[in-house]
């Protein structure tokens, strides 16, 4: 599934990151890598930005940015 | 003693490290008081230096821009890069976050790439202590063979050993161990190699750099080292460009991806080795006070009101106790002009020194107050994290005009004062965006703009004043929403800055910092804007000044000479109320032909020769050669469009309260031409404070002309649709 489809709360591991150029290489920068552990910790009230919790810090991206990301959800515990 | 302390040589520090990582209040405590702020050269990007003497040495250290990376996406990381490459600093301090250790070493890791000699500062260790983090940092050191020392930035903890540990390495004849940087996977090594190779052999001492950073980066296809290698070794860089093609191209086919995608990945995996070899947190579930914080401040339902309710404090604080600083100011400079009145005999040069100079000066000095306090609080914003909140918040709106959600507290801040605005515009990171906030806060109409709608509105609009008032208002809105939207996908076009923004951790605000932020960007405020305004004031002054002979139509001082005798001569025996009345109406009288002589002095001066040259211009917009004038003289600033409304149309009592909008109901004006002149008001060029402001924010006169011409267009093109299509439609 895509992040961006992800609810508030779910946590899951990254897969795939798609697009391309500066944003695809700001993203993983930021250390959201294939394979990496990331959490949605809310979505803004306005239900773009969400913010997530990728190695211990809180990253905030745009839905669409977020919807270039694959991700494989993790059961919730 | 060292060479160093023997020589008095200065040694040069550089900090590096992300943003939010505590690099400021580093600095800070290293420098104290003793900084410089201004802009690397040719960009927009603040620069910070210091220079102090510490551990026996001078040392000047340098504040690099922070950045997560040294990829050449933005400016920030540009800068940082070209200095620590081109200007070879004695030792870079990277200051890392220890309760963030992953991400932090990323830069980290590249910084080490650059073949310079590093220190580790592990900032912030309370934090990460009480995080249960457990940093090894012999093994750090160790394992990336560099001294690595524990800091506690806002409590001044560690740094004496920073800079020791910092200066010991700058002074020996360390080279850093090859074997623990970065090592990639076999083929991309083994593509470095290759490039390594051709490098060698065809640029050989030609190059600029260290050999296997530069095929690393050719591996990456970076712009900047591709460019830098064509300036150096033009005829030869051919041969070098194909074989990083070839390599490029070869493993883009084994792994369907780009090579720095694979570079950026490999790093993290080095990073994730190391983190498991230094990094231990202990199994204890912490309280996180900044997701606690965050429960609320950006909840789904109060986090909007909660916003609005800083925002509103903060327009609060800047514009409403601003209000009394500026009234004491403002008094203060009223007294000068007195004194220097009463001290100076009448002359040309009072005449300057009172209208040029005082004026001109004092009308930017009275905005020191609310910048000031506009200052400490967007410094408030960002020490405690809000910053980047308030851009969670309001991004998704900002991005329907092309903007971040950064964009927010500028714009609205445009609605008290375009100055501070637009220097507001400088916690926006990416340039294109603070490009375009600062060309459409123009149209966010300032409080310096309403005396001249409340005059205009009032004469001719009546009850419906407010309404009128607030239709342009919205107007502005909408004006800069479609530039913002017109320019995002034409003139500022390009990739959207992507908004993968950290949301650091909410931390308690060091007053120092607060202080030293906010008096910094005051400073530049004064000593940059005073000199550009001291020189229009004395521009437009000069204008209206000269020349100094005028013809007038009649002998208005003979006239007034005459009136008084008039009066005096006439001396009724009748009671003392009678005189009063007598010396009242004598007052009056002279004040009247005194304000139609002073209304034929502008008239026949330059500015208003020049006010019916360009009359042509402003008639089809409804605005005869007075409001011309008027419109000119406000470029000083807009609140001047009244007063000089006020001597045009020659009203003589500036006394009574509405004697302004009984002239100019008298006058040629139609309801439709008020309108029209608002409308004007609202668009045209921005004031010269603001001019100034544009001009060394966007840090060229390119941008700056643009913004003036572009401006009076749009609000000459919008008052002639109004003016016209109000003809046609048969409101005259």
Redesign the interface.
């Known amino acids: 599934m895509l992040l961006s489809e992800m609810k508030e709360g779910d946590s899951a591991t990254v897969v795939k990151i798609g697009g391309g150029g500066a944003l695809r290489r700001r993203i993983l920068e930021m250390g959201i890598l294939k394979g990496s552990h990331i959490h949605v910790e809310k979505y803004a009230p306005l239900k773009d930005p969400l913010e997530l919790i990728v190695k211990g810090g809180h990253i905030s991206l745009r839905v669409e940015e977020a919807a270039q990301i694959q991700v494989k959800a993790e059961t919730r515990t | 003693m060292t060479v160093t302390e023997q020589t008095g040589k200065q040694l040069t520090i550089a900090l590096a490290g992300n943003p939010n990582a505590g690099k400021t209040s580093i600095f800070n405590h290293i420098t104290g008081t003793r900084q410089k702020v201004g802009n690397w050269p040719g960009v927009t990007v603040e620069k910070k230096e210091g220079q102090v003497r510490k551990t026996g040495r001078d040392l000047r250290v340098v504040d690099l821009p922070g950045t997560?990376?040294l990829?050449p996406?933005s400016i920030e990381e540009i800068v940082a890069r070209n200095y620590i490459l081109d200007e070879n600093p004695d030792v870079v301090v990277v200051i890392i976050d220890a309760?963030?250790l992953?991400?932090s070493l990323?830069l980290a890791t590249q910084i080490r790439e650059l073949d310079c000699r590093v220190v580790f500062a592990l900032n912030m260790a309370d934090v990460a202590r009480t995080r249960g983090i457990k940093i090894d940092a012999a093994k750090l050191a160790e394992l990336l063979d560099l001294p690595v020392v524990f800091t506690v930035g806002n409590k001044n903890e560690g740094i004496e050993e920073l800079l020791k540990e910092a200066v010991e390495l700058a002074e020996s004849d360390y080279t850093p161990l090859q074997q623990r940087k970065v090592k990639y996977n076999k083929d991309l090594e083994k593509g470095i190699a290759a490039i390594q190779k051709v490098v060698e052999e065809t640029l050989g001492d030609a190059l600029p750099y260290a050999v296997r950073w530069t095929a690393i980066k050719l591996l990456e296809d970076d712009n900047i080292v591709k460019e830098r290698i064509l300036e150096k070794a033009k005829e030869l860089s051919g041969k070098v460009f194909q074989e990083a093609g070839r390599q490029r191209q070869l493993l883009m086919e084994r792994f369907d991806e780009e090579p720095?995608?694979l570079t950026?990945?490999e790093r993290?995996g080095f990073i994730a080795g190391i983190v498991k070899e230094v990094h231990t947190t202990a199994i204890q579930k912490r309280v996180d006070m900044?997701?606690n914080i965050?429960l609320v401040l950006?909840?789904?339902?109060v986090?909007?009101p909660i916003f609005i309710l800083f925002i509103w404090a903060m327009f609060q604080a800047t514009f409403t106790f601003g209000e009394y600083p500026v009234a004491w100011i403002e008094a203060l400079v009223s007294g000068l002009s007195s004194v220097v009145n009463s001290v100076l005999p009448e002359s040309l040069f009072k005449d300057l020194i009172l209208n040029g100079v005082i004026a001109g000066v004092g009308s930017v000095v009275v905005f020191l107050p609310n910048i000031l306090i506009l200052f400490f609080c967007i410094a408030l914003f960002e020490d405690t994290g809000y910053m980047?909140r308030s851009a969670?918040?309001m991004?998704?709106?900002m991005?329907l005009i092309g903007l971040h959600?950064k964009s927010f507290i500028p714009m609205l801040m445009g609605f008290g004062c375009n100055v501070p605005a637009i220097m507001a515009s400088r916690t926006l990171e990416s340039e294109k965006d603070r490009i375009l906030t600062i060309l459409i806060t123009p149209f966010m109409s300032c409080s310096a703009k309403l005396p001249v709608y409340i005059v205009l509105a009032g004469t001719f609009f009546g009850a419906r004043a407010g309404t009128v008032i607030f239709s342009i208002y919205i107007l502005g809105i909408v004006l800069s929403i479609v530039t913002g939207r017109v320019f995002r996908s034409t003139l500022l076009k390009g990739?959207d800055?992507?908004?993968?923004?950290?949301?650091?951790?909410y931390r308690v605000p060091m007053a120092k910092s607060l202080l030293i932020h906010m008096w910094d960007r005051s400073k530049i405020f004064l000593k940059k804007m005073g000199k550009i305004i001291l020189l229009g004031s004395i521009v437009v002054w000069a204008l209206t000044a000269f020349p100094r002979h005028v013809d007038y139509s009649m002998d208005y001082d003979a006239e007034i000479q005459g009136t008084i005798q008039k009066y005096d001569a006439y001396r009724p025996a009748d009671g003392v109320e009678v005189q009063q009345g007598l010396t009242a109406k004598r007052d009056r009288e002279v004040k009247a032909l005194k304000a139609r002589k002073a209304a034929e002095r502008i008239e026949q001066s330059y500015m208003g020769r020049l006010g019916k040259w360009v009359a042509p211009v402003f008639a089809p917009i409804g605005i005869d050669w007075r409001g011309g004038v008027a419109l000119l003289t406000g470029f000083v600033a807009k609140e001047i469009v009244v007063s000089t409304m006020g001597v045009l149309y020659a009203v003589d009592d500036v006394d009574e309260p509405d004697a302004l909008e009984k002239a100019l109901a008298a006058s040629s004006l139609t309801p439709l031409a008020a309108f029209s002149m608002m409308i004007f008001v609202l668009l045209y060029l921005p004031c010269l404070s603001t001019v100034a402001a544009i001009r060394r924010e966007t840090g060229s006169f390119k941008w700056m002309t643009f913004s003036i011409v572009y401006t009076t267009s749009v609000a000459w093109v919008a008052s002639f649709i109004v003016y016209q299509g109000g003809r046609l439609l048969g409101y005259a």
Request: hydrophobic share 30%; glycine share 4%; no cysteine.
């Open positions: 997560y990376s990829t996406f309760s963030n992953e991400r990323y720095e995608i950026t990945d993290y900044s997701r965050d950006t909840n789904r339902f986090g909007f980047s969670f918040l991004d998704k709106i991005h959600g990739v800055a992507p908004f993968v923004m950290e949301l650091p951790p």
